[in-house]
């Protein structure tokens, strides 16, 4: 009798811990599908995201304004720019866009990531510090695909015109949004104005 009561006793508490359920608001899974966050009173998620903007594709590089920032032209035939960042006080998984705008153009022309949330990618932050909620991430491509070109050019034709003129790189990261969130999704945006360059396989070949 007294071993059927502790089965049952192991049963009900296995039972009630595979009810029990986390604040949705401050958890997040790590790579290796463990919780890693807690949302808690004064804790990393109390402050606001900040975010540091960079370039790279297999690292994070910090970016600082007026450095040169490489249009890429990738094997298929598409053009890119390699954004990074460094973000904290933010779970590990997260929803990043990059919005790149031409502004020397006369009149100021959004050239990458005009889509909006259709653009973004979602990404888990590398080194993720559990503590201070913080993480890298590189190689989140902002495709130079929302240019239209003027009647009798071609996107060729527009890229090479970029060739030493301001880009603005704005990058926003944000929460992922869930559907039991009951408050929108905290996000921050920063940005740096760079100075374009072309890729110069492509430059050499396609802009004269």
């Known amino acids: 009798m007294g071993r059927r009561l502790l089965a049952v006793a192991w049963v009900m508490l296995a039972v009630g811990c595979a009810g029990s359920t986390p604040d949705s608001a401050g958890d997040t899974d790590t790579q290796d599908g463990t919780d890693s966050d807690t949302e808690e009173p004064g804790g990393c998620f109390a402050d606001p995201i ?5 370039t790279g594709a297999d ?3 910090p970016l600082a ?4 920032v490489t249009i890429w032209h990738g094997p298929q035939g598409g053009w890119h720019i390699e954004t990074a960042g460094e973000a904290a006080h933010t779970p590990q998984n997260v929803s990043i866009l990059s919005v790149v705008t031409a502004i020397d153009q006369p009149q100021q022309i959004v050239i990458a990531g005009a889509g909006g949330a259709t653009d973004a ?3 888990g932050l590398v080194a993720y510090d559990d503590e201070l909620c913080s993480g890298t991430f590189w190689g989140v491509r902002a495709f130079v695909d929302d240019i239209e070109p003027p009647d009798g050019s071609s996107l060729q034709d527009v890229i ?4 030493g003129q301001q880009l603005e ?3 926003t990261v944000a929460e992922i949004s869930t559907m039991e969130a009951t408050e929108p999704p905290r996000s921050a945006t920063s940005s740096v104005i760079v100075t374009a360059a072309l890729d110069p396989v492509d430059a ?4 004269h």
């Not at 900040?50 to 960079?54: F, M, R, V």
């Not at 304004?65 to 040169?68: L, S």
């Open 121 to 123: 990618e979602l990404k």
């Open 65 to 68: 304004g007026g450095e040169e």
């Open 160 to 163: 090479c015109t970029l060739e």
């Open 204 to 207: 050499a070949d396609n802009c």
């Open 169 to 171: 790189i704005a990058i």
């Open 59 to 61: 690292s994070f590089i």
């Open 50 to 54: 900040s975010l540091i903007p960079g």
